[in-house]
């Protein structure tokens, strides 16, 4: 190259599922049929309605063109509906949202409205890795936070005090991210969890982002938004998206919700680095956010029976695992005769030609952990599990 590499480009390492799956693709293409299930996306299809939305908007002459940079009202406005119905949460469709290609989306524009380089952010252990990258390409300090095992992966509240009050004015904490239910751990969010992380924000004067795409997948009680929360509207950001809960993943369809400074704050970023969302996905999206609720109720019968067939799967794996998880994946414990979760997704990769994810990307207290997907079909995860048994 004719310049060297911005340092933010010559540290950031790319993402290791862009990594691990060229290698699936080299697998394919020289004639392996690998079944993967290391990654959350999903099958299934979207809403029969929702496609209908998509071809009866596209086939408009003035669908093609610019729209505004907040989204289409109508887009705005079922959001706000799906958000009074779905979490009890009014939200001004007007003041309080801003549609996003995707929460990862939100994630950057939000890191660049309200980080300076050397800011500290507060990131779980475990956690979406573009938490950390997108800290660290800003030139944020990233302090990592506890979660505790024995205590449901929880934050451990104790150790993020003394992270507030060791870390100094040099280089003030101004963001924890959060994201329950949890992923990778499948770990249920709770509103006592929520409660106790609105107090922690107005304590200590933190900008609390809290990730919600999982919250409508094998949900074991009515979902909450952090939203819901007294106190969280002055010291919280949420971000949400269709990917998961719409199986719109591919659509890149999302938004972040909050008060109307963070919104207009994170739409100055926003509004210089793209040129808003085709007309015809938003459209398809305010449908989309009218799917009854007995369309999720279809849609979680049919991941609950591919969790049993994981469970298998991770039984003949002699993991461990808790059947109290939400969200669109199963993360479970090695038994202590496997070496390491890399070593073992390798082995079954390149001799089974099943591919799962090794825990240590989502941090490194996931060395002992690996993670499956819900997004094959029941009889693919069963083949896998047929595959592991069978003898080489």
């Not at 390409?137 to 993020?160: I, R």
């Not at 449908?287 to 298998?312: K, M, P």
Request: net charge negative; charged share 20%; with cysteine.
């Amino acid at each position: 190259m004719i310049i060297p590499l911005a340092h933010r480009a010559d540290q950031t390492q790319e993402y290791y599922f862009s990594v691990k799956l060229a290698e699936v693709r080299r697998l394919q293409a020289a004639g392996h049929d690998v079944i993967n299930l290391g990654i959350g996306n999903p099958d299934l299809m979207p809403s029969p309605n929702t496609i209908d939305a998509l071809i009866k908007s596209v086939q408009q002459p003035t669908a093609h063109g610019y729209q505004p940079y907040k989204g289409t009202p109508a887009f705005r406005q079922a959001i706000a509906a799906f958000y009074s119905h779905t979490y009890g949460v009014s939200l001004d469709a007007d003041t309080e949202i801003l549609p996003l290609i995707g929460s990862k989306e939100g994630i950057t524009h939000i890191s660049l409205t309200f980080l300076n380089e050397g800011d500290a952010v507060l990131v779980p252990e475990l956690g979406y890795p573009a938490y950390r990258a997108v800290s660290a390409m800003v030139g944020a300090s990233v302090q990592e936070y506890p979660l505790m095992e024995y205590s449901g992966w929880q934050p451990d509240w104790a150790v993020l005090e003394d992270l507030v009050t060791n870390t100094g004015s040099a280089h003030p904490i101004k963001i924890m991210w959060m994201n329950y239910p949890h992923m990778p751990t499948g770990a249920p969010a709770t509103r006592a969890l929520f409660e106790r992380a609105v107090r922690f924000a107005h304590d200590h004067k933190v900008l609390l982002c809290h990730d919600n795409p999982y919250s409508l997948i094998l949900n074991k009680k009515p979902p909450i938004s952090l939203l819901s929360v007294d106190g969280a509207n002055e010291v919280a950001i949420e971000l949400n998206s269709l990917s998961k809960s719409h199986n719109m993943a591919g659509w890149r369809i999302g938004w972040m919700a909050g008060a109307k400074p963070y919104v207009d704050s994170v739409l100055s970023i926003k509004s210089n680095v793209d040129s808003g969302q085709f007309k015809p996905l938003m459209d398809a999206a305010t449908e989309a956010l009218t799917n009854s609720d007995d369309w999720h109720r279809e849609r979680n019968a049919v991941y609950q029976g591919r969790l049993d067939a994981i469970h298998a799967l991770l039984d003949a794996l002699g993991c461990s695992y808790s059947t109290d998880q939400e969200g669109l994946f199963i993360w479970a414990k090695l038994p202590d005769s496997v070496p390491s979760a890399e070593a073992l997704v390798n082995d079954l990769l390149l001799t089974k030609h099943v591919f799962i994810a090794p825990g240590f990307i989502f941090g490194p207290k996931g060395n002992r952990y690996v993670r499956v997907s819900l997004c094959l079909s029941k009889e693919r995860i069963e083949e896998a599990t047929a595959r592991l048994k069978a003898v080489s």
